[in-house]
């Protein structure tokens, strides 16, 4: 076999045109052992595309003596010349050896000048682009015999190879052309671009523009392992390429299961697009979709046109259709519209606006049911959400939501969650910084109720909010809140009117390395102006309450041994204590204070209530002791127990309408564990023990098991008297073979008391189940997920979710990974993650 080296750019000498010089054994050396040093990997930024900086190409210099024809001295500089090299290794010693003892240094054609920097782009994923296409690119070949004219036209015949950076082709004959660049391939043609890979009987091809066209071939896309194969294929640059008559595919070639069939097909790779024309998409060897024209991403850049269909089927809309259209207008601002068909309610419309600006974002959506069937009334939501900030040192936004009537979400939405929506918001707010240390809120909430005859709280038309933080004047923390709100009730018969409270709060904190000690004094002076107040009762208050506490803790810790691992362990005994006078606060109305619920986050607060309409009498002492087992080498928590009560030296005499007052001298008692097990294995648990009653007001406890990806396990339950007591569970597991299930079970063990956050009374048996099934065939993936849920006494809510996934081309019917996410904690979306092969894996 004669190898044959194309080199560009290098002079010739002698009348068989062998290259002279140390580097053409360099390049040559090279064309045979690494890639090309023109292509390193590259960022890209996915959304707002720029063209990649360029650099000029590296100039060859020689000094060896020049011989030969002025036309040979021309064309040996020319771009894209070709040069022979043939057994020149002796010739080639000799004249180094001569250069040495003459003094001179051979020639060093391997260092470049240097260009202009170059621009790199942040991307979500590093993969590999070529530098730009520049004259001075080397152009390599080799063959069993070459013939040709120097300068003009090389053929290679038998095992024929030509190479050039991010591209190899072989063949049995390629015959190339100098002065057009352009490239003629016969017989068992094979070109790999990039790692994608064509092969047919012939090829034409232009190396500066990278424009050409394959007849017959079939192809491999290494970055989405797609592949098909076309009755022609032309290449239009770098980037693009446009396929007639022909098919795609992510399965294997011999029997693929789903096969895309396309007049036209063309792959923008820049752009991270396929589009094509008078397609029909077949599964099993049915043909099962007709597509007239349509667009699909290559990767995962956002791109405008019709999403996947979904489909599902829910016992209150009955068969349930959604077809998306989604409008990429512009990097940062985008719109989804999506017509909605249900057999049961008729036609919705929807659709959804999101924006984004270096100072602002937000988002307006809306649906809309012009005549439900089942109501014959018009139907409809609406949401607008809007961020700010940076505006003359003014932040805030909106959030304003409304539906037309109580039993909407009931209707269409497809959690238990969101069907049991009590509150819509109407909120507008702003703030600003004044000074270094001030702070203005301004605030405005309103809001709609539905699904409860209870009223709904009390709007603030507005909020005026002062706020001032000091920290270490002197050793001093000072934090001062200054507020003024108008209340509307939210019943026609209710108080209302202004609130002004301020609210001052002096700390002194000693932090020292084991321990530390926090006294602070605070002073709440409320003052209440009505506009209307229950009859019998004065419309102007004032209360002034001063607050005295002090939070001490200390940290102890030693080495110790837990099954057999080292860790560092500790114990940490804290004690709190609060004084808060009586006031008689009877009769203030109340706006906004509530009970707090009794927990660990609450053990250490001075009041029991939240709001600033009741400010607890107290006079209390609270313990609690925690203990932590952590690594001493990572310093990651691994266990962690805690335990602790409220003294109370007084009875509690502050209380809500209807509530009765605390009385016991001390409270019930928290405990609490969590930890990491290993394996993937982690628990969480709390309760509430009640020393009176020897009985257990509240528990919880969650289980989590997740041993490696795709194995999920969560067992958990949790009790409150008379309110909710429940077991639940939760998971995704192989089964074996291709198939997975998930699915979580939610059963309700209590038969008397209200639900406090759906509204709904207990009854013994299923809240809620999800139960679903997935089976991967590598190059597609099935799945159906059915849904049932209460959403009312005796009345329940059915969905069935069935999607097929293509890989590399789409889904297909009904979304069900916002259900899975929502009741399978650690559930995450599969995604098709578009890494390229390195050029360096499978090199030719």
Not at 328 to 336: G, I, K, L, R
Not at 709 to 715: S, T
Request: glycine share 10%; aromatic share 10%; hydrophobic share 35%.
């Amino acid at each position: 076999m004669l190898a044959v080296a194309i080199v560009l750019p290098l002079q010739v000498r002698g009348e068989a045109g062998a290259a002279t010089g140390a580097a053409a054994q360099a390049q040559q050396a090279g064309a045979q052992s690494e890639p090309s040093a023109q292509s390193r990997p590259v960022a890209r930024q996915p959304l707002a595309k720029r063209p990649a900086g360029k650099r000029r190409a590296p100039s060859t210099k020689t000094t060896g003596p020049k011989t030969g024809s002025t036309a040979q001295a021309r064309s040996a500089r020319a771009p894209g010349a070709i040069r022979v090299a043939q057994a020149a290794g002796a010739t080639q010693a000799s004249r180094t050896a001569q250069a040495a003892s003459s003094g001179r240094r051979p020639a060093d054609a391997s260092k470049p000048e240097l260009g202009p920097p170059l621009r790199l782009r942040l991307d979500t994923r590093l993969h590999e682009a070529h530098a730009a296409i520049s004259e001075g690119r080397p152009v390599f070949g080799s063959g069993d015999r070459l013939s040709g004219r120097p300068g003009r036209d090389t053929t290679l015949e038998g095992n024929a190879e030509l190479r050039r950076a991010g591209t190899v082709m072989r063949a049995d004959r390629i015959s190339f052309y100098e002065a057009d660049q352009e490239v003629f391939a016969f017989g068992n043609v094979r070109i790999n671009r990039d790692g994608n890979i064509f092969v047919g009987p012939q090829l034409s091809l232009r190396l500066d523009s990278n424009e050409g066209s394959f007849e017959s071939p079939s192809y491999f896309l290494a970055m989405y392992n797609g592949r098909g194969r076309a009755e022609r294929i032309e290449f239009l640059g770098p980037e693009r390429t446009r396929l007639t008559r022909a098919s795609y595919t992510t399965c294997e070639p011999d029997d693929p299961d789903w096969l895309l069939q396309a007049q036209t097909l063309t792959l923008d790779e820049g752009e991270g697009m396929g589009t094509g024309r008078t397609a029909t998409l077949s599964f099993m060897g049915v043909k099962f979709l007709a597509l007239p024209v349509f667009a699909f991403p290559l990767g995962d850049e956002r791109k405008s046109g019709f999403l996947p269909p979904t489909l599902s089927i829910n016992s209150r809309t009955g068969f349930d259709v959604v077809v998306p259209y989604y409008w990429n207008m512009a990097p940062n601002y985008d719109f989804t519209f999506y017509p909605r068909l249900t057999t049961k309610r008729g036609v919705q419309l929807g659709g959804e606006f999101r924006y984004l600006q270096p100072r602002y974002n937000g988002d307006v959506s809306f649906e809309l049911i012009p005549d439900d069937r089942e109501t014959n009334e018009t139907r409809y939501f609406y949401q607008a959400r809007h961020a700010f900030s940076g505006y003359g040192g003014w932040s805030g936004g909106w959030d304003v939501r409304g539906v037309s009537d109580d039993n909407y979400f009931v209707d269409f939405s497809r959690s238990i969650l969101a069907s049991s929506d009590r509150i819509l918001p109407r909120r507008f707010y702003a703030a600003r910084t004044l000074g270094r240390d001030w702070t203005l809120l301004l605030d405005v909430q309103k809001w709609q109720p539905i699904l409860d005859a209870r009223p709904g709280p009390y709007e603030r038309v507005p909020q005026i909010q002062l706020r001032q933080v000091l920290r270490d004047v002197h050793g001093f923390d000072l934090d001062t809140t200054i507020d003024a709100t108008q209340f509307v009730a939210p019943t026609p018969t209710g108080p209302e009117g202004w609130r002004i409270f301020a609210n001052p709060q002096l700390s002194w904190p000693v932090l020292r390395p084991g321990w530390s000690i926090v006294p602070k004094v605070s002073l709440h002076a409320t003052s209440y102006q009505l506009d209307r107040n229950i009859p019998g009762l004065e419309d102007e208050y004032s209360r002034v309450v001063p607050t005295f506490s002090i939070d001490a803790g200390m940290v102890f810790e030693r080495p110790a041994t837990f099954f057999g691992r080292e860790v560092t362990q500790t114990l940490e005994p804290r004690l709190f204590y609060a004084r808060t006078p009586f006031r008689d606060q009877s009769q203030i109305p109340v706006f906004d204070s509530a009970t707090t619920d009794f927990s660990f986050a609450q053990l250490f607060s001075e009041n029991t209530f939240v709001g600033h309409d009741r400010i607890a009498d107290v006079n209390q002492l609270t313990g609690a002791v925690v203990s932590r087992l952590i690594d001493p080498g990572s310093g990651a928590e691994q266990m962690r127990f805690a335990v602790g009560q409220r003294i109370y030296f007084s009875d509690q005499r502050v209380t809500l309408p209807g509530v009765p007052p605390v009385t016991d001298g001390r409270s019930d008692i928290l405990l609490a564990a969590s930890g990491e097990l290993g394996r993937g294995m982690s628990f969480d648990t709390g309760l509430q023990y009640s020393v009176e009653s020897k009985k257990i007001p509240k528990f919880s406890a969650q289980w989590r098991w997740r041993p490696s990806e795709g194995r999920i396990f969560n067992v958990g339950a949790r009790y409150r008297r008379e309110e909710i007591g429940q077991f639940d569970t939760s998971w995704r597991w192989p089964l074996g073979g291709r198939w997975t299930s998930m699915g979580r079970l939610n059963y309700s063990f209590l038969d008397s008391g209200v639900d406090p956050i759906s509204l709904i009374p207990n009854e013994r048996g299923m809240v809620e189940s999800v139960l679903g099934f997935e089976y991967n065939a590598c190059c597609w993936i099935s799945r159906i997920v059915m849904q049932r849920y209460t959403t009312g006494v005796d009345t329940q809510t059915t969905a069935l979710f069935l999607q097929l996934e293509l890989k590399g081309m789409g889904r297909i019917g009904s979304d069900p990974f916002d259900i899975l996410r929502r009741n399978i904690p650690g559930y995450r979306v599969p995604s098709v993650d578009y890494a390229p092969a390195s050029r360096y894996f499978a090199y030719e």
